[in-house]
């Protein structure tokens, strides 16, 4: 609990932000495709784990899962306040 606190302290008072971009190719058009979001501090998850979302198929290709894209749990690690 003290450690989330001296860290919830220490954003109260910065401008933090997370951009994330994922660009990758279409397969039927072979273009381009970019995605971008941005995180501010109240979106953050502390203390979560993302939920597996890709599966590996009996025949070697992958499956994502995009229903449990979002879905997180916590960590295990420091406590949640």
């Given at each position: 609990a003290e450690f989330r606190a001296a860290l919830d302290a220490f954003f109260d008072d910065r401008d933090v932000?997370?951009?994330?971009?994922?660009e990758g190719c279409d397969e039927i058009t072979s273009r381009l495709v970019q995605a971008r979001h941005s995180y501010a501090v109240e979106n953050f998850a502390w203390w979560q784990n993302f939920a597996p979302c890709v599966f590996r198929q009996p025949g070697g290709s992958c499956l994502v899962d995009f229903?449990?894209?979002?879905?997180?749990?916590?960590?295990?690690?420091?406590a949640e306040t």
């Open positions: 932000e997370i951009v994330a971009i994922v229903s449990e894209f979002h879905r997180t749990s916590a960590s295990g690690g420091a």
